[in-house]
């Protein structure tokens, strides 16, 4: 599978963002779905992450402001960003995992300031 990220940008604080990953080669839907985010100096963390039936799960500094959702017919998942703040300002990456064969596979990676 290859992935490919798009839609960071500058954002004011508060704003919002809709990230999209799309998936080519094999069909998304056999995949667990997540972004991880990394900024300058800090390690890549884990920011969500969509199981192949639709369960989410959240990182603790991101629950209540970013939605996690995918839409298998387009092979696409999208994380929707609201309320942005400055601290999320990172590299954003998407990664697929297929549990069953071990398939783990990366995006490139989408820049996403948030400043004013």
């Known amino acids: 599978v290859q992935l490919q990220a798009s839609g960071g940008g500058l954002v004011q604080p508060g704003g919002s963002l809709r990230l999209s990953c799309v998936a080519s080669?094999?069909?998304?839907?056999?995949?667990?779905v997540a972004w991880y985010r990394q900024a300058p100096g800090n390690q890549r963390e884990s920011v969500a992450r969509?199981?192949?039936?639709?369960?989410?799960d959240y990182a603790d500094s991101v629950k209540g402001r970013f939605t996690l959702s995918r839409e298998n017919a387009k092979d696409m998942v999208y994380l929707q960003m609201n309320s942005l703040k400055p601290e999320d300002t990172a590299v954003y990456y998407c990664?697929?995992?297929?549990?069953?064969?071990?398939?783990?596979?990366w995006g490139q990676g989408t820049l996403v300031t948030v400043s004013s």
């Open positions: 990664n697929a995992k297929n549990p069953l064969t071990g398939t783990n596979a």
């Open positions: 969509i199981s192949r039936n639709g369960a989410t």
């Open positions: 080669g094999t069909p998304i839907s056999r995949y667990e």
